[in-house]
């Protein structure tokens, strides 16, 4: 009972924390897209605990982001739709349409993802997890929404341009980095063995390298757009690095490669030779 408490207390303040960041925003729009970015994660929650499956959670995200961005790009009736909210809206809905499908078919063919082999069993974990999940829309989103949701949309200046090369340069990267491992794991040859090539001889993670990027790049499009506290919306990169480094990415990534490869000198040597991200 007492560790449920604790699951819906950091629910509670998931939710919390996102909605009041949106506020922060002055934009209705952008408040209303927070509230249905969790109602779409709660909604999926309740067949994915009555079927005990996390195989759409990743697919769930996807369609989370594609919601709320579509959401405020055609109900903003403060300005006519322009062009530059409807590249930035196209930037976030290709990317989630890429990396949800990516994720999806990945865990289908695994036939589960390990991490919720337990937290998909306990209403209250499992609960907490898809509340987070919702939490990473909203921040990550949040700029975005916040700028296409302004009087005046998105600004196609200077700082727009900058912003769409390193989204592009972070995506491709992010690709590239998925297709290297997909290719080194479909390799009888590779069976067991941890990749260190191509980019992966570079960096350990250069899948979330591209990540933090091109959501900096997100953040550098929306920031002309932004007045006032609404700077605060450009938390989207710094929680996307928090997030990936220091909560659900690279710290179980590590622990279960010591599992696999621990006892390898050469494992030991490319942890000790490759830096984490650059």
Same mark, same amino acid.
């Given at each position: 009972?007492?560790?449920?408490?604790?699951?819906?207390?950091?629910?509670?303040? =998931?939710?919390?924390?996102? $909605?009041? /960041?949106?506020?922060?925003?002055?934009?209705? #729009?952008?408040?209303?897209?927070?509230?249905?970015?969790?109602?779409?994660?709660?909604?999926?929650?309740?067949? =994915?605990? #009555?079927?005990?499956?996390?195989?759409?959670?990743?697919?769930?995200?996807?369609?989370?982001?594609? &919601?709320? %961005?579509? $959401? %405020?790009?055609?109900?903003?009736?403060?300005?006519?739709?322009?062009?530059? &909210?409807?590249?930035?809206?196209?930037?976030?809905? /290709?990317?989630?349409?890429?990396?949800? @499908?990516?994720?999806?078919?990945?865990?289908?063919?695994?036939?589960?993802?390990?991490?919720?082999?337990?937290?998909?069993?306990?209403?209250?974990?499992?609960?907490?997890?898809?509340?987070?999940?919702?939490?990473?829309? &909203?921040?990550?989103?949040?700029?975005?929404?916040?700028? /296409?949701?302004?009087?005046?949309?998105?600004?196609?200046?200077? #700082?727009?341009?900058? !912003? =769409?090369?390193?989204?592009?340069?972070?995506?491709?990267?992010?690709?590239?980095?998925?297709?290297?491992?997909?290719?080194?794991?479909?390799?009888?040859?590779?069976?067991?063995?941890?990749?260190?090539? *191509?980019?992966? =001889?570079?960096?350990?993670?250069?899948?979330?390298?591209?990540?933090?990027?091109?959501?900096?790049?997100?953040?550098?499009?929306?920031? @002309? @757009? #932004?007045? *006032?506290?609404? $700077?605060?919306?450009?938390?989207?990169?710094?929680?996307?690095?928090?997030?990936?480094?220091?909560?659900?990415?690279?710290?179980?990534?590590?622990? &279960? !490669?010591?599992?696999?490869?621990?006892?390898?000198? @050469?494992?030991?040597? $490319?942890?000790?030779?490759?830096?984490?991200?650059?």
């Amino acid at each position: 009972m007492k560790q449920n408490a604790i699951y819906l207390t950091f629910s509670i303040i =998931a939710f919390s924390i996102s $909605y009041f /960041i949106s506020t922060l925003t002055k934009l209705e #729009l952008v408040e209303n897209a927070i509230l249905l970015a969790f109602l779409i994660h709660w909604l999926l929650f309740i067949p =994915a605990y #009555l079927l005990k499956t996390e195989k759409f959670f990743d697919l769930s995200g996807s369609i989370t982001y594609i &919601s709320v %961005v579509s $959401y %405020v790009l055609f109900f903003n009736t403060n300005t006519d739709i322009r062009t530059g &909210s409807v590249i930035l809206a196209l930037f976030i809905i /290709i990317w989630a349409i890429r990396l949800g @499908s990516f994720l999806f078919f990945r865990i289908k063919k695994a036939g589960e993802d390990k991490r919720f082999r337990e937290i998909k069993t306990s209403f209250f974990r499992f609960f907490m997890v898809w509340t987070i999940s919702g939490m990473w829309v &909203s921040l990550c989103s949040m700029c975005a929404l916040t700028a /296409i949701s302004s009087v005046n949309g998105v600004h196609m200046n200077p #700082l727009f341009y900058i !912003g =769409a090369i390193i989204f592009l340069f972070g995506f491709i990267l992010e690709v590239v980095a998925d297709k290297q491992k997909t290719k080194f794991r479909k390799n009888p040859k590779n069976k067991g063995k941890f990749i260190n090539t *191509g980019l992966w =001889a570079r960096s350990q993670h250069p899948n979330y390298v591209g990540e933090i990027t091109l959501w900096g790049g997100i953040a550098i499009i929306s920031c @002309s @757009s #932004l007045v *006032g506290s609404q $700077y605060i919306s450009l938390i989207s990169p710094i929680f996307t690095y928090i997030l990936l480094v220091y909560i659900s990415g690279v710290p179980q990534l590590k622990e &279960s !490669g010591k599992k696999k490869w621990g006892h390898l000198d @050469s494992y030991k040597e $490319y942890l000790k030779n490759t830096p984490t991200l650059i």
